[in-house]
């Protein structure tokens, strides 16, 4: 990997830490995304989403097109991609961040139904970027709607 590939691809770095990259990928997405949301409103983070997934993809496509490795361990701009939009659905708040985080990981590693389609039959940066990007839409839409059953329940608010 070059050096702009390991500043985006690699996600800063951390898709080279050792042990489980994806978490540690999750992990600056979210910080990231924090960040992002602390100065601008959620709609500055959704379009830099889809902004960073557009360049995912082709990015992915060109570094495995030059190295002919698919997926490569070390690419977590997906991670990064996906948590963003979770937290665009949950919102910012500790909660939400902690259960994106969480949901975040668990539907990335299982890869449940069209998830795991997504990572299987699509190609290239498509299914790299892909499989992430509906990660985080339904672990935003978890996180949200166990936050709503939270506050109904009088737990929270």
Request: aromatic residues 20%; proline residues 6%.
């Given at each position: 990997m070059n050096t702009t590939e390991k500043l985006f691809l690699a996600g800063l770095y951390s898709g080279f830490l050792p042990k489980a990259p994806g978490t540690w990928g999750s992990l600056v997405g979210l910080a990231l995304g924090l960040a992002i949301l602390a100065?601008?409103?959620?709609?500055?983070?959704?379009?830099?989403t889809i902004l960073v997934f557009l360049f995912g993809v082709k990015a992915t496509d060109?570094?495995?097109?030059?190295?002919?490795?698919h997926d490569d361990s070390r690419i977590v701009i997906d991670e990064i991609a996906g948590i963003w939009l979770a937290l665009c659905i949950s919102g910012p708040s500790p909660v939400a961040a902690a259960l994106s985080f969480?949901?975040?990981?668990?539907?990335?590693?299982?890869?449940?139904s069209i998830i795991g389609?997504?990572?299987r039959d699509a190609p290239g940066g498509w299914g790299v970027m892909?499989?992430?990007?509906i990660a985080g839409a339904a672990a935003g839409l978890s996180s949200a709607l166990v936050i709503q059953g939270l506050l109904r329940l009088g737990v929270m608010g």
């Open positions: 100065y601008f409103p959620v709609e500055t983070l959704f379009l830099l060109a570094y495995e097109a030059r190295t002919g490795i969480l949901f975040f990981r668990l539907y990335d590693i299982k890869k449940p389609r997504i990572d892909g499989d992430d990007i």
